[in-house]
């Protein structure tokens, strides 16, 4: 298998061990094997343990499992992260059960099995683990495991590969009826230290929790090895039918795609997208098997849950590039996809099925380019994309040494529309107000640009930092990671006077998020001088950033919007100065009354487009701007005839309010106008100044 030779490392630390009690090792264990992806996907698999633990009520000891509760990550798991279940509870289970119509009733039981009011709920795996009868169970999705279990031949693979050590169970939904199975496979095979869940992963035990860990290590290495030996010179997926383009061609064509499939699958609800160009991705989308293989869907029910049961695979020559032809044929291949995945649901659908979800699809092929997955956030969009790499994987391994199996529809439908994943779908948060959008913030790693980016990204957006110093970018970027986490922010670093660089700035925005629906122009500069001393190059200055750089991205950010189709906003961070005229700053408060008036006419142009465009005014909003860190402070304390370290002040008292202006109350304003709270407003001006009166608009 490609990509897939290279061994496990065992990364077990005796010393560090040795410090935890049974459940520290399991969560240790849990973190372990979730770290790799070959091991298992984000959210995919699970592990156990079975302790004693004094009874709350009785003060007695009593058996306790401890397992992964659902919707987990057994990678960055904590320990309340486990559903805990007395054993005596859910064995007794086994006397109401009446069988495989019965799965979904005995899920209803598992939440009266609950160890001491644990909150977390139980997943629908947890009789599989209860029901094996070892201390320690590791079920795992490793791509060389499933490429065995979804082989035509799996049973004899596995036979021939772990001969007794290892045994095959056939396909089945998870359930009671496979922890049943399990159970029973245990007890017919006291020597055997794990399974193969056919078309679906790899089930280890053990009575110790380092040994549990590293027998399922051993059995994944096991099968790397084998299939290093066994695809050794072999074609995989039929050998090469195109060859991929340079990387930087790759990344332009999915710039211009992203946006395009964005705008037709998002009408509903607002997708992101997420671009892959890795090798793996790159040998399957170029591949003579692409379409066959893609059309027999993924195995694991992990693996469809997340991408849809099948790809969407675009038409696209790269030996002949027509981006153009493709973004014209969209419509049509979307139209084809959906009817096909309609088909499908009504196909195999039941009587209390679930109503038919999003019918579009999640994975997009291109030969020569790669992968773009869409999903209604940013990590889920990327966890997709990694889904789709480990069902490459799969299908490479599979077909190379036998055939690939994929699950058939009607065992697909009944995981995909289960009612027990429909409640666990409920269960999930109302989306924040700004999900599935993207904001462009420039001068985002200012003052008023770090306070703007965190107020929307505490509302769900995803958020592009544009700023022309690259320190300060990159130490409010890290930051940004460290709070909201790294699928919802990127930087660019951005001259907004330089039009190639607010075009690939842009075209950056859409490989990373798919597109742009916010854009918080605020790239700021401030210059103070009486007009005879204003020279030509500080009033050039002030106008190539505050009015020509505001036109080059408002002029990208249209161009953008009307490609998506799906409207957009557009906040100008002026200044009372726009409005108010001050002494000995001509250059700054012409290039702010442009500003102005240039919102004012793209408000007119956007608004058949729905398009938004409105202004915020802030006046003497000094905390942490880098404008008032500079000459501008001096300036102004100048000619305001008082220290410097008495503006603040001065700007406090000089307000109606008698108040000081923070950035955050500038990013409130922003945020209001760039969410439906202002849906029916544009060509607007907000001024957030503590008031006052030669700024009125009226």
């Given at each position: 298998m490609s990509g897939q030779t290279r061994l496990l490392e065992n990364r077990w630390d005796d010393s560090y061990a040795a410090k935890l009690d049974e459940l520290g090792k399991l969560l240790y264990r849990s973190n372990l094997l979730g770290a790799d992806k070959r091991i298992t996907n984000y959210g995919g698999g699970n592990t156990s343990a079975k302790v004693m633990e004094t009874d709350p009520l009785s003060g007695e000891k009593v058996r306790v499992m401890w397992v992964k509760g659902s919707g987990g990550d057994v990678g960055t798991i904590k320990l309340d992260g486990f559903a805990t279940l007395y054993m005596d509870k859910l064995e007794a289970l086994k006397g109401l059960y009446k069988g495989v119509e019965d799965e979904d009733r005995m899920v209803g039981f598992l939440p009266h099995c609950t160890f001491n009011l644990n909150p977390r709920a139980a997943s629908i795996d947890t009789p599989l683990h209860g029901f094996v009868p070892y201390t320690h169970v590791d079920h795992m999705h490793p791509d060389a495991i499933i490429a065995i279990a979804a082989s035509k031949n799996s049973k004899e693979l596995t036979k021939q590969i772990f001969g007794d050590e290892i045994g095959w169970l056939p396909w089945r939904r998870p359930g009671f009826q496979l922890g049943l199975d399990l159970e029973a496979f245990v007890k017919a095979n006291p020597n055997a230290r794990g399974v193969v869940l056919e078309s679906h992963g790899?089930?280890?035990?053990?009575?110790?929790?380092?040994?549990?860990?590293?027998?399922?290590?051993?059995?994944?290495?096991?099968?790397?090895?084998?299939?290093?030996?066994?695809?050794?010179?072999?074609?995989?997926?039929?050998?090469?039918?195109?060859?991929?383009?340079?990387?930087?061609?790759?990344?332009?064509?999915?710039?211009?795609?992203?946006?395009?499939?964005?705008?037709?699958?998002?009408?509903?609800?607002?997708?992101l997208g997420h671009f892959d160009d890795q090798d793996a991705v790159l040998e399957f989308v170029n591949s003579k098997n692409l379409k066959p293989l893609g059309a027999l869907g993924t195995s694991c029910p992990d693996h469809f849950l997340r991408t849809k049961i099948r790809p969407l695979i675009l038409h696209f020559d790269p030996g002949k590039p027509d981006v153009d032809a493709v973004i014209a044929a969209l419509d049509e291949a979307l139209e084809e996809y959906r009817a096909d995945y309609t088909r499908y649901y009504e196909t195999c659908k039941h009587d209390d099925s679930p109503k038919m979800r999003d019918p579009n699809p999640v994975i997009f092929l291109v030969p020569g380019v790669g992968m773009l997955s869409f999903a209604r956030d940013k990590a889920t969009a990327r966890i997709a994309g990694e889904f789709y790499v480990n069902a490459i994987n799969v299908m490479r391994g599979a077909s190379t040494v036998s055939e690939y199996q994929g699950l058939p529809e009607q065992e697909a439908f009944d995981i995909e529309y289960w009612l027990l994943e429909e409640a666990k779908l409920r269960r999930m948060p109302k989306p924040k107000s700004l999900a599935g959008q993207v904001a462009f913030v420039t001068g985002g790693a200012g003052g008023i640009g770090r306070a703007t980016a965190a107020r929307l990204m505490g509302e769900g957006a995803c958020v592009v930092l544009a700023d022309i110093d690259g320190g300060a970018l990159e130490e409010t970027r890290a930051d940004f990671e460290e709070s909201f986490g790294k699928d919802g922010v990127r930087g660019v670093i951005l001259d907004v006077t330089k039009e190639d660089a607010v075009l690939a700035a842009f075209a950056e925005a859409c490989v990373e998020f798919g597109g742009v629906d916010i854009l918080v122009s605020n790239a700021g500069i401030a210059s103070s001088a009486p007009v005879e001393e204003t020279t030509l190059a500080m009033w050039n200055k002030n106008i190539d950033i505050l009015t020509t750089g505001y036109f080059l991205v408002s002029r990208e950010a249209f161009r953008l919007f009307r490609r998506q189709k799906l409207g957009g906003n557009v906040v100008f961070v002026a200044s009372k100065n726009g409005l108010a005229s001050s002494p000995n700053a001509s250059a700054y408060c012409t290039a702010k009354a442009a500003e102005i008036h240039l919102a004012r006419c793209l408000a007119l142009e956007g608004a058949e487009a729905g398009i938004r465009v409105n202004t915020v005014n802030p006046d003497a909003v000094l905390r942490g701007s880098k404008i008032w860190s500079g000459e501008w402070r001096e300036?102004?304390?100048?000619?305001?005839?008082?220290?410097?370290?008495?503006?603040?002040?001065?700007?406090?008292?000089?307000?109606?309010?008698?108040?000081?202006?923070?950035?955050?109350?500038?990013?409130e304003a922003i945020y209001f106008l760039a969410s439906d709270a202002s849906s029916k407003s544009t060509g607007n001006i907000i001024n957030v100044d503590a008031g006052n009166a030669q700024s009125f608009t009226r």
């Open positions: 790899l089930f280890t035990w053990a009575n110790d929790a380092k040994a549990c860990y590293e027998l399922t290590l051993q059995i994944i290495n096991k099968a790397i090895d084998w299939f290093a030996g066994a695809t050794e010179g072999k074609t995989t997926f039929g050998g090469a039918a195109a060859n991929s383009l340079p990387a930087a061609e790759r990344r332009a064509i999915a710039a211009r795609l992203m946006p395009e499939i964005r705008g037709r699958i998002g009408k509903v609800e607002r997708k300036q102004r304390a100048a000619s305001s005839k008082i220290e410097v370290s008495d503006l603040e002040e001065h700007y406090r008292k000089r307000s109606m309010l008698k108040l000081n202006v923070f950035p955050e109350d500038i990013a």
